[in-house]
């Protein structure tokens, strides 16, 4: 097997590839992307860091390619979607570096409260300003963590170890893992007043994006201060800048920006503000670490095993792709759907499969709904190979029933998700070549899902409902391509409304169909 290294990698990492028999390494430094297209051809892997880009070109002149490894976090440089369609697996490295950031978060933190940055600047000015530096200590503040997923876990342990109290907010950590962790879970706004240092781990997503904006800052302290080493565009550098100035925020630390290198400093040279070039991987450590992790992921795909840290759909095995490929689309819309809905932290899952597909091995299945539950919300890139192991690392608790006996339809999927706030049903099946929710709650509805929202509904069943939901969505000028009620009493009793929309449906829409005394509950899923 031929292995292609594009870009420099540590020793550590080459050690492991030549340690192989059956692997011959030939490395390529500096290729221009032409150049990239043609040495590919005759390769059974290729790994790169985040130098060399990974394109279509590449993809399809590496007719031998069974994987391409990323030494690093982040695949923008690599075409997931033409890597899939040539079955090419795309793993990565994204717990090597899981202490360096965490540690860089712990340092930035230190820098803030005693003024390192600003007082080595004087010093290196030949000035004695010590009167302009007083600090204050961390032992007995209160940090907030947003997202304690593998580096956010790792700073709450080391801020315990420094007599901090730890406040965490995350939907997806079940309280058993929060309370062995000794991080006390909040409520979003209650952690944002109550901090004196708020860290951010989390994913830079459509819901994430300016997470912590004008808002969010309002009600934080004025002796609050913000660090930033997960991604660029979870705080709002405009909002900081003005909270800042104004003296509503007494400093920010960020290693990460929107658009890297930076080309507006703004951020940088403010005088509240310790910028690094972004750091949190930076060290001898992290960077052996990534390297070994990626070509250990490289070698298992080699060797014909599933490898934990693959970021692409992996390819389902021809025995059983006719029956069980169309439900894990199935299986992944009922695990949104279910996380979604739900009130509270998650502690067990259970996964019902009914009729035919629940007569063979359902690994695949599981994977789907978990990747389901788990993808809105986590750091990880979720895929059929990793669910498994995130939802095991996050304490979740799975367990699988299976009918052959069809009940409401020939085969289905029902996910039965255990929270802190109560329990949410979600089912669904696979009708006219699309995925439908079939179940919401106790309710039995038809709903095909090819809408990018989803407004559920809970109400009582009263004259004029759907009408009601119709005209808040056409005062918001939001499209309706489906609208689907279920209801278990006779009329009068309760009701579930599962609409569709072309368009997401704002704060204050929601706000008034909650203002109507017949409906109990709204929700908004993005598919």
Known sequence: MKVLVADPLHQEGLVLLEAEPDVTVEIRLKMTPEELVEAVAGFDALIVRSES?????????????????????????????????????????????????????????????????????????????????????????????????????????????????????????????????????????????????????????????????????????????????ARGGLVDEDALIQALDADKLAGAAIDVFPKEPLEDYRIAL????????????????????????????????LQGQPARFTVNVPFVAPEVQDLIEPFLDVAVTVGKVAIQLANGQPSSVTIEYQGEIAGGESGTLKAAVLMGLLQPGTEDRVNLVNAAFLAEERGLKVTETKDTVPQQFTNEVTVHLATTGGEVIVGGTYLRGRPHVTRIGEHLVDAAVDSPYLLIVENLDRPGMIGSVGQVAAKHDINISFMEVGRVEARGGNATMVVGLDDPMDEGALAELEENPHITSVRLVRM
């Not at 202490?99 to 409260?113: G, Q, V």
């Not at 005088?271 to 992921?297: C, D, F, M, N, Y």
């Open 53 to 229: 880009r990974v394109t279509a070109a590449v993809i399809e002149a590496g007719t031998n390619l069974r994987v391409v490894g990323r030494a690093g976090v982040g695949v923008d440089n690599i075409d997931l979607e033409a890597a899939t369609r040539k079955g090419i697996a795309v793993v990565y490295a994204p717990t090597g570096n899981t202490i360096a950031a965490a540690e860089h978060t712990i340092a930035l933190m230190m820098s803030m409260s005693r003024h390192i940055a600003e007082a080595n600047a004087s010093m290196r000015q030949e000035q004695w300003n010590r009167s302009q530096f007083m600090g204050v200590e961390v032992k007995g503040k209160t940090l907030g963590v947003i997202g304690l997923g593998r580096v956010g876990s790792e700073v709450a342990k080391r801020a315990l170890g420094l007599e901090m109290h730890v406040l965490g907010y995350d939907p997806y950590l079940v309280p058993e893992r929060a309370a062995r962790l000794g991080v006390e879970i909040a409520e979003f706004d209650a952690m944002l007043a109550a901090c004196d240092f708020l860290t951010l781990h989390t994913p830079l997503t459509d819901t994430t994006k300016s997470l912590i904006g004008a808002r969010e800052m309002a009600l934080m302290k004025p002796t609050a201060r913000i660090i930033n080493v």
């Open 270 to 301: 403010h005088p509240k503000i310790v910028a690094t070039p972004h750091l949190g991987a930076s060290t001898v450590e992290a960077q052996a670490a990534v390297t070994r992790e990626v070509v250990e992921q490289v070698l298992t795909v």
